[in-house]
Structures are given as C-alpha cells and as structure tokens.
Nanobody, 122 residues
Framework: QVQLEESGGGLVQAGGSLRLSCVAS????????MGWFRRAPGKEREFVAG????????YYADSVQGRFTISRDYAKNMEYLQMNSLKPEDTAVYYC???????????????WGQGTQVIVSS
C-alpha cells in the first residue's frame, strides 16, 4: 500500500520560510518522480514543483521559481520543499505527489498525499 505523508505546514508571516516534508512508503522511491501541488481556497489545484527520479532535473511553476527549492533524500524516502520569501498568495494546502514518469503541470500523478496546510499572513 502506497502512502505519502506530508508534514511541516503551519502559519508564517509574509517573507518567512517553511520546509515541507513528505515521507513515501510502499513504493520503490528511487523509481518514482516526486513533486508538490497546492490548492488555494476557491481555486483549482496547481503544480508547484517536480523532481526527477534521479534528482537530476527539477521544474518549478513560474509563481515559485527562485523562492522554492525541491529536493529528495533516497536514504530516508523523503522529499522536501523549502519555501522562502513566502507571500500571502502562497497560502494553500500543499500535496505531495509521486509518479512513475514525471510530476509536472500536465497529467495526474499516480499517488497523492493528504496535504498539509500553509498559511502566510500579511
């Protein structure tokens, strides 16, 4: 049974930082691309960042490019999203995702986490 479990969300002031974590179980971690999506109140789910199976390639939404950094730790079966210079518009539920091929703005990943709430106050 595949499980993705996020943690690290919370309340932060604008300009602050948070690091989200996602631990994956039940799948061969190194064989899956990983990524993050988010859903803001009243909006559609949107892609945030993706990282390839080898971690050799990363991809970011324009809205977070230069502020967010995605990474992964194979020894711990975890991926991370370091979020800096947070803005109120980053407020959303953030979801961890895994896919056999790639996690990007197109398509639907194979697996999702339950989400972790991030609130950025102005």
């Amino acid at each position: 049974q595949v499980q993705l479990e996020e943690s690290g969300g919370g309340l932060v002031q604008a300009g602050g930082s948070l690091r989200l974590s996602c631990v994956a179980s039940g799948l061969p971690f190194s064989s899956y691309a990983m990524g993050w999506f988010r859903r803001a109140p009243g909006k559609e789910r949107e892609f945030v960042a993706g990282i390839s199976r080898s971690a050799g390639r990363t991809y970011y939404a324009d809205s977070v490019q230069g502020r967010f950094t995605i990474s992964r730790d194979y020894a711990k079966n975890m991926e991370y999203l370091q979020m800096n210079s947070l803005k109120p518009e980053d407020t959303a539920v953030y979801y961890c995702a895994a896919d056999r091929l790639w996690v990007g703005p197109d398509g639907t990943p194979d697996y999702w986490g339950q989400g972790t709430q991030v609130i950025v106050s102005s």
